[in-house]
């Protein structure tokens, strides 16, 4: 059983009622390791999360080029690999332990199956998980905005009226016979398809239409059906470009996640058709217990984890050129970067 002084030090459990939790610790593994145990390896596949509930434990990563650098201590109440519990992925740095140490081990699939049964604790962790994940992303972009190369800024935009030429609810084509080929709806059945765009009416937008804008109120999230929307963000007077979101794809949902302004501004590349998800039907199903529900939340993580790959292998590549400068100031925005990145799935207490 978990001990209350877990619960009270771990930021994953802060302010849920132990009673909640009684079901979500039953898939708890209590596990121990000898001091310079490996408990995760940089680049392995990750299928658990680890909660410390005692001793210390290193963060190492391995460097360019070369040897490793400890760049984080994980102490009692640390949560390692979190992310592991939405969908498989790779462990982005190894964590060595450095005194003997307890921790509780969460299975991905035992998590997924109280999600199934509507275990009301295994819902809020998994929003606090997507909480922390729209966080990591939002910091990390703003890391490699500040290291951006002159080559991929641009003047920034002039304001543009927020969906001038776009036109609603109609369609040029049959955009409801793509919809189960994207990969948003992999997991959702034909009636779950048709309730979600009776949900969510179709936009016909031509080049150039600007769908959100830095800095605005979040008031809708779109999925993109054809076409390209280029996603770009405004500094000191730059635009930098973030990417290109196509179809299948979510954008201004992470505004809706936490709560914030757009972070970027989102233009059609070329002429698009999205579905519009406004504020209030999104709430209804980011907040649901139903299987519909969870499905939908289902692809809002994974479209996190796809946009935090894309953002890693950018970071990687901003790493490297700043590495083969080779000049001091650049080896410590290097070390700084590769600090964000092996640190991403490690919450201390």
């Known amino acids: 059983m978990v001990s209350a002084e877990l619960v009270r030090s771990c930021p994953l459990f802060a302010g849920i009622n132990t009673g909640d939790l009684e079901a979500f610790v039953g898939i708890f593994e209590q596990v121990r390791f000898d001091a310079e145990a490996y408990l995760t390896r940089q680049g392995q596949p990750a299928d658990h999360a680890l909660i410390i509930e005692s001793g210390n434990a290193d963060v190492v990563t391995a460097l360019p080029g070369g040897g490793e650098a400890t760049v984080a201590r994980l102490g009692p109440g640390s949560v390692l690999g979190e992310m592991a519990l939405l969908e498989a992925g790779m462990r982005s740095a190894t964590v060595v332990a450095r005194t003997p140490l307890s921790a509780c081990r969460i299975e991905r699939d035992g998590?997924?199956?109280?999600?199934?049964?509507r275990n009301d604790a295994a819902f809020r962790i998994q929003h606090r998980i997507t909480l922390t994940l729209c966080k990591r992303l939002r910091e990390l972009n703003a890391r490699i905005l500040a290291c951006d190369a002159p080559e991929n800024t641009a003047p920034a935009l002039s304001r543009a009226r927020v969906h001038s030429g776009a036109s609603r609810g109609a369609c040029s084509f049959d955009y409801k016979a793509f919809l189960p080929l994207l990969p948003v709806f992999r997991r959702f059945g034909k009636n779950e398809i048709e309730a979600f765009a009776a949900r969510a009416p179709a936009m016909e937008l031509a080049r150039g239409v600007t769908i959100f804008e830095q800095g605005a109120p979040s008031a809708a999230c779109y999925v993109v059906v054809r076409g390209a929307?280029?996603?770009?963000?405004?500094?000191?007077?730059?635009?930098?470009?973030?990417?290109?979101?196509?179809?299948?794809?979510?954008?201004?949902?992470?505004?809706?996640?936490d709560g914030s302004k757009h972070s970027t501004t989102a233009v059609a590349r070329e002429p698009t058709v999205l579905l519009e998800l406004s504020s209030q039907s999104f709430g209804e199903l980011y907040d649901g217990r139903d299987p519909f529900a969870a499905k939908f939340q289902d692809a809002i993580n994974q479209n996190l984890l796809q946009a935090l790959a894309r953002t890693n292998n950018h970071l990687t590549r901003l790493i490297s050129q700043a590495r083969i400068r080779g000049g001091s100031a650049e080896r410590k925005e290097a070390d700084e970067l590769q600090r964000a990145l092996s640190t991403q799935d490690c919450r201390a207490a």
């Open 111 to 117: 998590f997924r199956l109280l999600l199934a049964r």
């Open 229 to 257: 929307v280029e996603v770009s963000s405004a500094r000191n007077g730059r635009r930098h470009r973030i990417g290109v979101i196509g179809p299948g794809q979510l954008c201004g949902h992470m505004g809706l996640i």
